[in-house]
C-alpha cells in the first residue's frame, strides 16, 4: 500500500503547481490577442478615417487637403492627452525612472522613420516604398541582435520573413507602363528608405531597452514619446509656415475638424495598444502586428469593396497567413527556452 501511495500523491504535486503557469500562459495570450484585435480595430477605422480627410474635396472650389505634418501634430497632441488621463484615472501612481532624453531620441528616431519614409516617395516609386517598409521586422530584429543582445528563435526569423514576403506579395502591383526613369538599381530614394528603416529599427531598440532597464509602463512611454514629438512637429510646422495655412483651412471647412478628431481618437486608441504590446511583448511583435495589420486593413477593403484579387496577391495571402500560423504554433514555444 506504501509504494502506492507514494505514486498516487506524486503526480498531484506537480498538477497543483503547474496551475500558477497555465493561467499565466492563458493570461499572456488573451493579452495577445486583446493587443491584436484593438490595433487591428483600431487602425481599421483610422485607415478609413485618413482617406475621407486626405483624398476628400472641400468646398465649391474642390479643395485638397495637404497638411500632412499638421494632422501628424495634432495626433501626437491627442495622444498625449490620452495616455495622460489614463495614466491620471486608471493607473497608480509610480515613479518614473525612465530618463527623458531616452525619450526624447526615441521619439527623434521615429519622427526621422517617417520623415524618411514620406520623403522616399518623391525619388521611388510606391511599389518599391512598400517593399522597402514591409521589412521593418528585419531591423527591429537585427538591432536588437546586434545593440540590445537579444536572442530569438530561428522559426521566429522564418515566421517574420514568411510574413514580410506575404505582405509585400500582396502589396506589390506591378505597372503596366514602361518607366524607364524608375529603372535604377539604388539611388537617393532607396538611401532614404535605408535610414527609415534603420531608424525604426533603433526606436524599437530604445523602447526594448525603456522596457528591460526600467521597466517603463506602455502609457508611461505613450505619453512621453508623443510630447517629444509634438515638441519637434511643433516646430516643424511653426518654422515652415504649415500650422498657419493648416488653421485657414480648417475656419474654410469647419466640417473637417470632427473628422480630424474622430481620427486622433482612433489613433491616441490605437497608439495605447501598440505601446501595451511593446511593454508586454516587445517591439519585434508589435511590429509583425503593425505589419499584417496593414495587409489585413487591404485584405478587408478588397472583400468590403469587392477589388478583384490577383494571383500574385493570394500567394501573398498564403505566405502571410503560413507566417503567422507557424509563428502561433512553434515561435512562441521555443522563445520559452530562451527566457
Not at 506537480?14 to 493570461?27: G, N
Not at 499638421?70 to 495622460?84: D, H, P, R
Not at 497608480?92 to 526615441?106: D, G, I
Not at 470632427?258 to 511593454?279: C, E, N
Request: proline share 4%; hydrophobic share 45%; glycine share 8%.
Amino acid at each position: 500500500m506504501g509504494p502506492v501511495e507514494v505514486v498516487a500523491v506524486a503526480p498531484e504535486a506537480p498538477s497543483e503547481a503547474t496551475k500558477p503557469s497555465m493561467e499565466r500562459i492563458s493570461s499572456e495570450r488573451l493579452r495577445l490577442l486583446l493587443c491584436f484585435m484593438g490595433v487591428f480595430v483600431c487602425y481599421f477605422y483610422y485607415g478609413i478615417l485618413q482617406e475621407t480627410i486626405t483624398r476628400g474635396k472641400y468646398g465649391e472650389q474642390q479643395e485638397s487637403f495637404t497638411y500632412a505634418k499638421s494632422l501628424v501634430f495634432v495626433q501626437c497632441i491627442i495622444n498625449a492627452i490620452f495616455s495622460k488621463l489614463i495614466i491620471q484615472f486608471l493607473e497608480k501612481p509610480s515613479f518614473e525612472r525612465t530618463p527623458h532624453w531616452l525619450y526624447a531620441v526615441c521619439s527623434m528616431s521615429y519622427l526621422g522613420a517617417m520623415v524618411s519614409s514620406n520623403s522616399a516617395l518623391q525619388y521611388v516609386n510606391y511599389p518599391t516604398q512598400v517593399l522597402g517598409k514591409s521589412c521593418k521586422p528585419i531591423p527591429v530584429m537585427v538591432l536588437g541582435v546586434l545593440l540590445g543582445r537579444k536572442r530569438y528563435p530561428f522559426t521566429k526569423y522564418l515566421c517574420v520573413l514568411l510574413i514580410v514576403l506575404g505582405v509585400a506579395l500582396f502589396m506589390y502591383k506591378p505597372k503596366k507602363g514602361i518607366g524607364s526613369a524608375d529603372d535604377h538599381i539604388f539611388g537617393f530614394g532607396e538611401a532614404l528608405l535605408l535610414v527609415s528603416l534603420t531608424l525604426d529599427g533603433l526606436t524599437g531598440v530604445a523602447q526594448d531597452h525603456m522596457r528591460a532597464n526600467f521597466q517603463t509602463g506602455s502609457n508611461q512611454m505613450m505619453l512621453n514619446i508623443n510630447v517629444w514629438s509634438s515638441l519637434f512637429l511643433g516646430i516643424g510646422v511653426l518654422c515652415t509656415g504649415e500650422l498657419w495655412e493648416f488653421l485657414n483651412f480648417t475656419e474654410r471647412h469647419p466640417n473637417i475638424l470632427y473628422k480630424i478628431l474622430l481620427f486622433s481618437l482612433t489613433s491616441a486608441l490605437g497608439q495605447s495598444f501598440i505601446f501595451m504590446t511593446v511593454v508586454y511583448f516587445g517591439p519585434l511583435t508589435c511590429s509583425i502586428i503593425t505589419t499584417t495589420r496593414k495587409f489585413f486593413t487591404i485584405l478587408g477593403s478588397v472583400l468590403i469593396f469587392g477589388n478583384p484579387i490577383s494571383s500574385l496577391q493570394w500567394v501573398g495571402t498564403v505566405f502571410v497567413f503560413l507566417g503567422l500560423g507557424l509563428d502561433a504554433k512553434y515561435g512562441k514555444a521555443t522563445k520559452k527556452n530562451h527566457h
